[in-house]
T-cell receptor, first 114, second 109 residues
Framework: GAVVSQHPSRVICKSGTSVKIECRSL??????MFWYRQFPKKSLMLMAT?????????EQGVEKDKFLINHASLTLSTLTVTSAHPEDSSFYIC??????????FGDGTRLSIL | DAKTTQPTSMDCAEGRAANLPCNHS???????VYWYRQIHSQGPQYIIH???NNETNEMASLIITEDRKSSTLILPHATLRDTAVYYC??????????FGSGTRLLVRP
């Protein structure tokens, strides 16, 4: 149980385009979803916390207009990297949790901006 | 958020127990201790969590000191597939997990 699916697993696109990443909880309803990014040989950095039906809460230093988060249902959250540039290239990972349960993570999306 | 201190790296022989320590001396009373691991190029995998009592599941055991300032994750019979970065993370009512640097565990054949 507690499976979180992320799509796509890898994406390569040109500078200036927007990229959408999906995060789905497959066998549970996620009251809260989280988005992280990870640079090579570094730890995960929390970007934002997303509750279904409400606006996401962003961590300090994360641009909310750059990283748009939508949590439209209890099983789906999306992260859109708008007008992506090479410095946005990273490993993006989502997690989801249901009430009083630990977070479970997706397998990540490797984003490369050329 | 409570800070944690973990060894940068450890190694153990395959088949032996791996004991991974974590210091979380600033943990608050309502914060659980969560353990996750990350195998290269994958998302973190939940292992175990606890508040005060020791916990055991099919993956590992968690020993928490009585003063809750430190804990130890025990993998009873390490295999090569247990090679990963292990993170000890205090987590409270906000449910946010703030990852530190973790311990890189290498299981040797």
């Amino acid at each position: 149980g507690a499976v979180v699916s992320q799509h796509p697993s890898r994406v390569i696109c040109k500078s200036g385009t927007s990229v959408k990443i999906e995060c789905r909880s497959l066998d549970f309803q996620a009251t809260t979803m989280f988005w992280y990014r990870q640079f090579p040989k570094k730890s995960l950095m929390l970007m934002a916390t997303s509750n279904e039906g409400s606006k996401a809460t962003y961590e300090q230093g994360v641009e909310k207009d750059k990283f748009l988060i939508n949590h439209a249902s209890l099983t789906l959250s999306t992260l859109t990297v708008t007008s992506a540039h090479p410095e946005d290239s990273s490993f993006y990972i989502c997690s989801a949790r249901q009430s009083n349960q630990p977070q479970h993570f997706g397998d990540g999306t490797r984003l490369s901006i050329l | 958020d409570a800070k944690t201190t973990q060894p940068t790296s450890m190694d153990c022989a395959e088949g032996r127990a791996a004991n991974l320590p974590c210091n979380h001396s600033t943990i608050s009373g309502n914060e659980y201790v969560y353990w996750y691991r990350q195998i290269h190029s994958q998302g973190p995998q939940y292992i175990i969590h606890g508040l005060k009592n020791n916990e055991t599941n099919e993956m590992a055991s968690l020993i928490i000191t009585e003063d809750r300032k430190s804990s130890t994750l025990i993998l009873p019979h390490a295999t090569l597939r247990d090679t990963a970065v292990y993170y000890c993370i205090p987590g409270g009512s906000s449910y946010k997990l703030i990852f530190g640097s973790g311990t890189r565990l290498l299981v040797r054949p």
